[in-house]
T-cell receptor, first 114, second 111 residues
Framework: ETGVTQTPRHLVMGMTNKKSLKCEQHLGHNAMYWYKQSAKKPLELMFV???????ENNSVPSRFSPECPNSSHLFLHLHTLQPEDSALYLC?????????????FGPGTRLTVT | RKEVEQDPGPFNVPEGATVAFNCTYS??????FFWYRQDCRKEPKLLMSVYSSGNEDGRFTAQLNRASQYISLLIRDSKLSDSATYLCVVEGAGRDDKIIFGKGTRLHILP
């Protein structure tokens, strides 16, 4: 399998549930990212990891908890979410964390919080 | 001024026509600029980077105007398959070093 994969592709969860989103990249990249894409809003960068170390957290609420066990895998743990957290969550990777690198996006997880 | 601003469109353009859209950015120190394309219900994919000298890739031409702080994308001889949302992406630079996406411009190519 090549590129960036994400599972699940669709997720419906209640506000009291705990779930995790998974991302895997097969490109040998060193940096991975989580983005949130809501309707009528631009992509919002949530987290940046470089070689498994978090280098940026754009003031994301603590109900979103990322985990990067190795440079190929990235998780986003979700708990006690709000309906306004419903969105498309995109994972991306790039060769390094310089913003001049192309970002390769996964297909996304469409999350609905009920 | 918003960090990255785009006309949301939609631009409805007949097949074969030329279409252009701009994107303005607020941080004069930004160094990296890109156009990404996002098809309906798909992930964004890099269309082209935007260099100071401008660059061309087939029917697509991207330009950077630092003085007026905007980038542009020109599509010549448009095809039905060009229908998509085009995202302007700018490096924040300096104290605000992050990557910033515009909301995108929707383009519909009409047969």
């Amino acid at each position: 399998e090549t590129g960036v994969t994400q599972t699940p592709r669709h997720l419906v969860m209640g506000m009291t549930n705990k779930k995790s989103l998974k991302c895997e990249q097969h490109l040998g990249h060193n940096a991975m990212y989580w983005y949130k894409q809501s309707a009528k809003k631009p992509l919002e960068l949530m987290f940046v990891y470089s070689l498994e170390e978090r280098v940026e957290n754009n003031s994301v609420p603590s109900r979103f908890s990322p985990e990067c066990p190795n440079s190929s895998h990235l998780f986003l743990h979700l708990h006690t979410l709000q309906p306004e957290d419903s969105a498309l969550y995109l994972c991306a990777s790039s060769p390094g964390t310089g913003w001049y690198y192309e970002q390769y996006f996964g297909p996304g997880t469409r999350l609905t919080v009920t | 001024r918003k960090e990255v601003e785009q006309d949301p469109g939609p631009f409805n353009v007949p097949e074969g026509a030329t279409v252009a859209f701009n994107c303005t950015y607020s941080n004069s120190a930004s160094q990296s600029f890109f156009w990404y394309r996002q098809d309906c219900r798909k992930e964004p994919k890099l269309l082209m980077s935007v260099y100071s000298s401008g660059n061309e890739d087939g029917r697509f031409t991207a330009q950077l105007n630092r003085a007026s702080q905007y980038i542009s994308l020109l599509i010549r001889d448009s095809k039905l398959s060009d229908s998509a949302t085009y995202l302007c992406v700018v490096e924040g630079a300096g104290r605000d070093d992050k990557i910033i996406f515009g909301k995108g411009t929707r383009l519909h190519i009409l047969p």
